[in-house]
């Protein structure tokens, strides 16, 4: 039953995350009308919610666009940053998202920021206590249990992000109404909203995994 779970989310998650990139293709082939760039685009929606102390620059690489609240720096890929089409309009709407959720003192970014430093060193060790634990499950079951905790932390951290995202892609949306037409405003939601299933995906995927671990030292405490 897990690996039909597995199987059905891995593949649900390449199927979201062709379509995702198929269609940030076909937007960005779409201008926006006005010529707004995706710098242009994170400035003016700072500047409407009155947020005066972020800046914006261009990074290079794909999908590299984010927001670091540490310096306060919504950070757009060259194509995003430069870019005149539907698609830089919805990620740099969405990365000025989350600095407005900083700057508004958002609770779940508030939540998920907290948990960084502990998912950084879980992110680091986790894999490999899991393996281990594993391994040893009938000698020394409480490595797995240690794995377990680990990796529930980033399974955590995966929920906490769901609405710090949902919440980012609402408020662009909402603010795209003032810069989009009728005509684009549809096609800018829907790239936004795919984007969002992929972070349910992953959580998703997260939790059956962390569920796994948790039945094989089940398992293996029934055995004893």
């Known amino acids: 039953m897990y690996w039909i779970v597995i199987i059905g989310l891995t593949l649900l998650s390449v199927i979201v995350s062709n379509r995702l990139t198929a269609k940030f293709k076909q937007y960005s082939k779409i201008r926006l009308d006005g010529g707004l760039t995706g710098k242009d685009i994170a400035e003016k929606m700072l500047k409407d919610f009155d947020v005066r102390d972020v800046k914006v620059q261009c990074v290079e690489g794909m999908l590299t666009d984010h927001y670091n609240p540490s310096s306060k720096v919504i950070n757009l890929s060259r194509d995003v940053y430069y870019g005149d089409h539907i ?14 959720q900083h700057a508004e003192s958002y609770s779940w970014l508030q939540l ?14 986790v894999m490999w206590i899991i393996l281990a634990g594993v391994f040893l499950v ?9 794995g377990i905790i680990l990796f529930g932390m980033t399974t955590l951290f995966s929920f906490v ?8 892609s609402n408020r662009a949306m909402a603010w795209l109404e ?6 684009q405003l549809p096609k800018a939601k829907h790239a936004l909203k795919l984007a969002a299933y992929t972070y349910v995906i992953a959580a998703l995927s997260s939790l059956a995994t962390l569920l796994h671990y948790v039945m094989i030292f089940l398992g293996a405490n029934n055995d004893d």
């Open 87 to 100: 698609s830089a309009a919805a990620v740099a709407a969405h990365e000025t998202g989350h600095a407005i």
């Open 112 to 125: 998920r920021t907290s948990l960084v430093p502990a998912v950084n060193f879980s992110s680091r060790w």
């Open 138 to 146: 009938n000698t020394f079951p409480q490595l797995l249990l240690i």
């Open 161 to 168: 992000t769901l609405p710090v995202e949902i919440n980012a």
């Open 178 to 183: 003032n810069v989009a037409s009728y005509e």
